[in-house]
């Protein structure tokens, strides 16, 4: 039987195998631009050119990888990244012009800039965050956002800040939680879908064929918010209730994973809506400094197996340094290590992979149930801290927080 990798991982595989080397020419060779100033950027550059480097079908919203239709930018021109090379003469006449290029997360976006500024472009621009980050900032942040965006979607993806503003319309909009019950109830045998918790108004729900009986008292007219755990089973249900005449569906972008990896600093709300039964704590990259100094005598473990913590990976992707002060300890050896530790039980400990690999909670889960107090896992793991550092506003610092990051590594 063919093995059917999860969204999760299909989304951290897609990233890195553009995120080669990239970051180290931000400002260098191209212009990066946050999201927060792109509408200024766009007006201040007329006759600029829109280039979207994704596949066609996700430029299309018609992509096997249903988390990567995300609609698109109007007007943009689509040149896949992996066309672009021999395609690149068909932007010549933008060689003088402002060209400002977006993906899905900003990483094949980084690529297509570096190479279009060794091609001679001289007005690069590399859109920060990509797609998503529109969609999760919406026009509260990016003030042209409705303006730019299009999609053949019958639903309306939003971030956490959007739906806590719908969870305060109880009259107006209904959460619904569309995850299995395992996951739902916290008791999977994959242990990141545990730590995902749960929003405290949705309504549980099924999914898939019990789905219309759970909606068959609410209004056509109202507004349903689904959610679920990487947002593929909530994209289903909305078109599942699309074709029953609901006409407003809204869908939390990437589910619960994007609920926990957001930071407070963006979402001030996010503890006052979220239940977490986890035995460990889930900190962001932008809480480091605060979890830093409120940890006295702190253990950083580094999960990953020692090639890679040393960047002798094979896959060169993994070999981007680490988390400053951390001591490897490779995820199938952390139960047998941590039963010699005469520390104390109350030590801090953060626990963090490349990325939020299952493994990385399942070892925060056997820490604390051996009886230390103060575990928490780094949501996104060093892939998360490096590409915040280069993609969101005022996050440049947790650069401070890698460490022995290869001469040729982002």
């Not at 018609?62 to 990244?81: R, V």
């Not at 290029?101 to 590399?126: D, P």
């Not at 009986?213 to 507004?223: G, L, Q």
């Not at 939020?356 to 107090?373: H, I, R």
Request: hydrophobic share 40%.
């Amino acid at each position: 039987m063919k093995k059917v990798l999860p969204m999760s991982t299909l989304l951290v595989l897609l990233l890195v195998s553009y995120s080669h080397a990239q970051y180290k020419n931000d400002n260098k060779t191209y212009k990066t631009v946050y999201l927060e100033e792109l509408c200024k950027e766009l007006k201040q550059h007329p006759g600029y050119l829109l280039l979207d480097v994704r596949s066609p079908g996700e430029y299309a919203d018609t992509s096997q990888f249903t988390n990567y239709n995300i609609g698109h930018l109007e007007n943009a021109i689509n040149i896949d990244i992996r066309e672009l090379p021999k395609r690149v003469g068909e932007l010549d006449a933008y060689k003088s012009k402002p060209i400002f290029i977006y993906c899905s997360h900003s990483q094949r976006s980084r690529r297509a800039s570096t190479l279009l500024a060794e091609k001679g472009f001289t007005q690069v621009f590399n859109i920060n965050e990509g797609l998503t980050g529109l969609q999760v900032k919406g026009n509260a942040v990016v003030g042209c956002a409705a303006q730019l965006h299009g999609t053949t979607n019958r639903f309306r993806l939003i971030g956490p800040a959007e739906l806590i503003s719908l969870a305060r319309q109880p009259g107006n909009a209904v959460l619904l939680d569309v995850r299995p019950d395992s996951s739902y109830k916290g008791i999977s045998s994959n242990e990141k879908l545990n730590a995902f918790g749960k929003i405290k108004t949705a309504r549980p729900v099924a999914g898939g064929i019990d789905v219309l009986e759970a909606v068959k008292d609410i209004p056509k007219r109202k507004t349903i918010v689904l959610v679920d755990d990487f947002g593929e089973g909530s994209r289903k249900v909305a078109n599942i209730l699309a074709d029953q005449g609901y006409t407003d569906i809204r869908v939390l972008l990437e589910g619960m994973d994007k609920w926990m990896a957001t930071s407070p600093a963006d979402l001030p709300e996010k503890y006052d809506w979220w239940i977490s039964s986890a035995p460990y704590k889930v900190i962001t990259p932008s809480e480091l400094d605060t979890w830093s100094a409120s940890a006295k005598d702190p253990l950083i473990i580094d999960i990953r197996d020692t090639l890679a913590f040393h960047n002798q990976a094979k896959e060169e992707y993994l070999n981007k340094g680490n988390i400053r002060n951390a001591v490897n300890i490779p995820y199938p050896l952390m139960q047998e290590s941590a039963s010699s530790w005469s520390f104390s039980k109350d030590r801090p400990i953060l626990v963090y992979g490349f990325s939020s690999q299952p493994e990385t909670f399942s070892a925060a889960k056997m820490l604390a149930l051996s009886g230390y107090k103060k575990v928490a896992v780094l949501s996104g793991g060093l892939f998360a801290v490096r590409w915040q550092a280069a993609n969101i506003r005022g996050r440049i610092a947790l650069n401070n927080w890698v460490v022995n990051v290869p001469p040729d590594g982002f």
